[in-house]
């Protein structure tokens, strides 16, 4: 990869050999004139212009000199991504220490030249260089890269802003490793955000559905700042039972309640000087909300049981795939904890809105599972990854990953992976979305009352894809009862999947039953008794005809 | 400060330059490590031995020359309908101009300013020069880290005074 080239228009770093060494070292690039190797750190090559000519003692701002730089060797501009400028040029007789006394119009030279490049080259991409502080030019309409406090970081989202880069020489300035395999510029964008407010302290929002790398986008800002010699703690805020989450994130005392034996510091304090990671902050309870919202004000943690509050330092990202101002709305998020958690939004699209980063992504995960599996060589035929990338991914990129996981699953070493195999992947892949839709869904406490588990299981049925050959949609209209109990027991089927420990496979029916219905007397039961059960409660109109005409309309509607 | 038009004269390209090469360049924005690897280097020898104290007697001559150097009287030399008057209406001309000014512009306090600052200034430096100049070594550069902190504090202070002082004749 070619490094991006950077045309410097200022007279002092022609002039005075340390001056350009200088930021030649702050801006991390290579002095194309003077350099003997690259170095790995580079950023970018420079070539430096002083936009003088010099007759005896006698130095001349000159725009031509200027002009002919900046056309470089495709006479349009074009060699830069960048061109830098100089905002005042000293010129004019050379006094007795070798310095030029100056001229009236050096002050305005680098705005005059900036207005005539703008007229002779439309498309040049030129940032004024500045000696004020960063802070100072920031709401100016013009962009300015300011020379004090320049540091590779600052020079790098220069670039970013505001070059003329390719895809790889993007990547490069984020930083990006094989392990974020994204190349869509949209989400490179989502990145470059997130590198301009990796350094500070506010806490940061990041907004997107489920499995679209909300994560990856969390460590990477941790990794980017200065923090990230500190933990980086992950809390999945869904996946905590309601009356445990304050004790997890806040810690107990001994004693604090019945299975407490003996005190445990909260994931604030485990966290502490490092950055928090508060992935579905949506699910938090609202009594909760309002401890954490405490924390982030005061900066203080008071453990479960305990007295005295703990001083922590910890910089906390927050993760939703949640509409928060309906949740606001509806009375279940604060909206003066949305108010502070969101000082820095970014929002991270679907798989579907970024195709390009479908294939590096596939080739990511397939590279870690043949690697885990011990295969080695299997590789995509061309078709294949043409298929992946028709695919509308509703699990976004953990379906991608499923998918992936699945094909490496059936394929021996050093095969490759066709069309055929993508599609008959993708056909059983409304399994993967539905468990994508399943984990999207808010779902609700295990003790939800009858009407919210029936509420819940209504919203999972209206949102669960439907396959183009699934037989409920041919051979006529279904008779409604047949349909319901098929799709009931899919649903249910899929739900009660939700249940099934991760660590030995079995299901905990119990609390599928308790969570589907509500309802203990149904405890012990299987799929079929609480499909029964629902079935009788439709009979007593407590779900309505038209309530599952309607589900099946949307259905045949969706298909 | 009114500068409508911001009309050149000779102490604005000196105030520019002192400004924007000197003190923006070439102090404020330089790094304590950046001075360091200049010192072991001796690339800034001629530098900070010739140029910097130039670059103080430029600016001590700007605090002399603010006060006339930015006043309105200097025009009416330089309007070509203000020449055919008598000497002696232009010279009134020019002193009415000038106490109007004076008196609105408050340029005294300001040159006072800028002289005081320098003086600081000028103090902090010939102590930095002292430390510049000692054999390179660890022991020595901490305490020129420590000088050129001072340095730029001062610097910083001056630059702030630098930043009131106006861009062109000033009109009462």
């Known amino acids: ?559 | 400060m009114f500068t409508p038009w911001n009309i050149s004269c000779p102490v604005n390209i000196l105030r520019g330059q002192l400004k924007h090469t000197w003190l923006e360049n070439q102090v404020c924005n330089k790094s304590t490590d950046d001075v360091a690897n200049l010192w072991r280097t001796r690339s800034w020898d001629n530098v900070i031995g010739e140029f910097f104290p130039y670059r103080i007697n430029q600016s001590m001559q700007l605090s002399n020359d603010m006060v006339s150097g930015f006043s309105p009287a200097q025009l009416v030399d330089q309007l070509g309908p203000l020449q055919n008057l008598p000497d002696e209406s232009r010279s009134r001309l020019k002193e009415v101009l000038h106490s109007a000014y004076l008196e609105s512009s408050g340029i005294s306090t300001l040159s006072e300013l800028l002289s005081q600052e320098l003086e600081g200034f000028e103090q902090e430096f010939s102590e930095f020069i002292t430390v510049w100049n000692v054999e390179r070594t660890d022991e020595n550069e901490s305490a020129l880290r420590d000088g050129w902190n001072q340095l730029q504090q001062v610097a910083n202070s001056l630059l702030a005074v630098f930043e009131t002082l106006p861009k062109g004749v000033v009109l009462p």
Not at chain 1, 58 to 64: A, G, K, L, P
Not at chain 1, 343 to 357: F, K, V, W, Y
Not at chain 1, 364 to 371: G, P
Not at chain 1, 452 to 474: C, Q, T
Request: aromatic share 6%; glycine share 8%; with cysteine.
């Open chain 1, 1 to 559: 990869m070619n490094l991006p080239s950077v045309l410097v228009i200022d007279d002092q770093y022609v002039l005075d050999q340390a001056e350009r060494q200088t930021f030649i070292d702050h801006a991390s690039v290579i002095d194309t004139e003077q350099c003997d190797g690259i170095h790995d750190s580079a950023l970018a090559e420079a070539v430096f212009c002083s936009g003088q000519r010099r007759d005896g003692d006698v130095i001349t701002n000159d725009y031509e000199v200027i002009h002919t730089a900046v056309a470089g060797e495709t006479g349009n501009g074009s060699d830069w991504a960048l061109v830098l400028l100089d905002v005042r040029f000293d010129s004019g007789q050379v006094d007795e220490v070798g310095l030029p006394k100056g001229q009236p119009e050096d002050d305005h030279f680098g705005e005059g030249v900036r207005k005539r490049l703008a007229l002779d080259f439309p498309d040049l991409l030129l940032v004024m260089l500045s000696g004020k502080k960063q802070q100072e030019l920031r709401d100016l309409d013009t962009p300015y890269l300011s020379k004090t406090g320049l540091t590779p970081r600052e020079f790098a989202l220069c670039l970013l802003c505001y070059g003329r880069l390719s895809v790889d020489q993007r990547r490069a300035l984020l930083g990006l490793h094989d392990n974020i395999a994204t190349y869509s510029p949209h989400t490179l964008e989502v990145f470059r955000e997130a590198l301009a407010i990796a350094d500070s302290a506010m806490p940061v929002l990041i907004m997107g559905e489920t499995g679209t790398g909300k994560e990856v986008l969390a460590r990477y800002i941790h990794e980017s700042s200065s923090r990230n010699d500190k933990p980086f703690v992950a809390v999945n805020v869904a996946a905590i039972p309601s009356e445990l989450v304050e004790s997890e994130l806040f810690g107990h005392e001994k004693g604090a309640f019945t299975d407490a034996k003996q005190e445990r510091p909260g994931r604030f304090l485990q966290a502490s000087d490092g950055t928090l990671f508060l992935d579905e902050i949506g699910d938090m309870p609202v009594a909760t909300q309002a401890k954490v919202l405490r924390v982030l004000q005061n900066g203080e943690v008071l453990p479960v049981g305990g007295k005295n509050t703990l001083s922590v330092d910890v910089r906390v990202i927050a993760a939703t795939s949640r509409d928060l101002a309906a949740m606001q709305k509806a009375g279940a998020f604060r909206e003066d904890l949305t108010r502070r958690i969101s000082s820095a939004t970014l929002i991270i699209p679907p798989l579907s809105e970024r195709t390009e980063d479908i294939a590096p992504i596939a080739r990511m995960f397939l590279e870690k599972y043949s690697r885990q599996s011990g295969k080695e060589g299997i590789t995509f035929a061309e078709e294949a990854i043409a298929a992946l990338k028709n695919h509308p991914y509703q699990g976004n990129v953990g379906e991608l990953e499923n998918i992936v996981q699945w094909l490496v699953s059936r394929k021996g070493t050093h095969s490759v992976i066709s069309a055929r195999d993508v599609k008959e992947a993708l056909a059983g892949s409304f399994v993967s979305s539905a468990a994508a839709t399943r984990e999207k869904n808010d779902t609700p406490p295990f003790n939800s009352s009858e009407a919210e588990g029936l509420a819940w299981l209504i919203e999972m049925i209206e949102s669960f894809p439907v396959a183009k050959d699934d037989p409920l949609l041919h051979g006529g209209k279904p008779k409604i009862e047949k349909a319901i109990h098929v799709l009931l027991q899919r649903m249910a089927g899929a739900a009660l999947e939700r249940f099934r420990d991760a660590r030995n496979g079995n299901l905990n029916r119990q609390a599928a039953m308790q969570f589907l219905t509500g309802d203990e007397t149904l405890k012990g039961k299987g799929p079929g008794r609480v499909i029964n059960e629902i079935m009788k409660r439709k009979a007593e109109h407590r779900i309505t005809e038209e309530d599952l005409l309607r589900l099946m309309e949307k259905w045949k509607e969706n298909s």
